[in-house]
């Protein structure tokens, strides 16, 4: 990301992972500010 002068970014559950969002939710907890979530 900051190679390409990326700031922020918004992480998207793949179909694959089905309710198991725990790398997400862990990603996020230890990049606030990098990184956030959508729900669909």
Known sequence: MKENGV??????????????????AAVMKQYPDKFMGCVG
């Open 7 to 24: 700031e922020k970014t918004v992480l998207v559950q793949v179909i694959h992972y089905l309710w198991d969002n725990s790398y997400a």
